[in-house]
């Protein structure tokens, strides 16, 4: 089985800056990598697929990058709108999420 | 517009079962793989079982293999997901979840139910 990690596991940031998450995956899943947005008792939201694809109607404040084990998400110029929990998955092989990274205000 | 209702959740002991059903509109249900991911309370997200547009393969994450088991009817856009000998672990919000592409082209999930709670206690 794949399994993801992700760092940190918070992080505490102030409207403005610009926030770095960082996904590993335990092998190589090229770039079978999507990015998600959770809020308490909404559903998540997709933001990134193909490690750096911008789904539909996301802002271009948030970006993916990397291929192979190795990802990040970016989201430039933080929104009060963007406080949540961001997850990482692979779907190379079914499907696994990361342990969710939440991002908090500082 | 995309619209994925899930019902069928409530309390039930251990042992237990429960099916729960996610009714779909605004795509065209049958090209579309589709998935259960399920939200423990205070946990992260893990994906549970998948079936393929044909309904002809499913998948399931190890935790529950043996236990549930996922099932489509194409003519009424509904998906299910049988869950037998519920354990208290199983306790979670569950959401129905659609793939970005069709025919398992694009495996990312681009719309979600709003999920539907599943308590098992005792």
């Known amino acids: 089985d794949i399994q993801m990690t992700q760092s940190p596991s918070t992080l505490s940031a102030s409207v403005g800056d610009r926030v770095t998450i960082t996904c590993r995956a335990s092998?190589?899943?090229?770039?079978?990598l999507a990015w998600y947005q959770h809020k308490p008792g909404k559903a998540p939201k997709l933001l990134i697929y193909?490690?750096?694809r911008l789904e539909n109607g996301v802002p271009s404040r948030f970006s993916g990058s990397g291929s192979g084990t190795e990802f990040t998400l970016t989201i430039n110029s933080l929104q009060p709108d963007d406080f949540a929990t961001y997850y990482c998955?692979?779907?190379?092989?079914?499907?696994?999420f990361g342990p969710g990274t939440k991002v908090e205000i500082k | 517009e995309v619209q994925l209702l899930e019902s069928g959740g409530g309390l039930v002991q251990p042992g237990g079962s429960l099916r729960l059903s996610c009714a779909a509109s605004?795509?065209?249900?049958?090209?579309?793989?589709m998935s259960w991911v399920r939200q423990a309370p205070g946990k992260g997200l893990e994906w549970v079982s998948a079936?393929?547009?044909?309904?002809?393969?499913?998948y399931y994450a190890d935790s529950v293999k043996g236990r549930i088991s996922i099932s489509r009817d194409n003519s009424k856009s509904t998906l299910y997901l049988q869950m037998n000998s519920l354990r208290v672990d199983d306790t979670a919000f569950y959401y129905c979840?659609?793939?970005?592409?069709?025919?398992?082209?694009?495996?990312?999930?681009?719309?979600w139910g709003q999920g539907t709670l599943v308590s098992v206690s005792s």
């Open positions: 979840v659609k793939d970005r592409g069709p025919t398992g082209s694009e495996p990312a999930f681009d719309f």
């Open positions: 605004g795509f065209t249900f049958s090209n579309y793989v």
């Open positions: 079936i393929s547009d044909s309904g002809s393969k499913s």
């Open positions: 092998q190589t899943i090229s770039n079978w």
């Open positions: 193909k490690a750096s």
């Open positions: 998955q692979q779907y190379y092989t079914y499907w696994t």
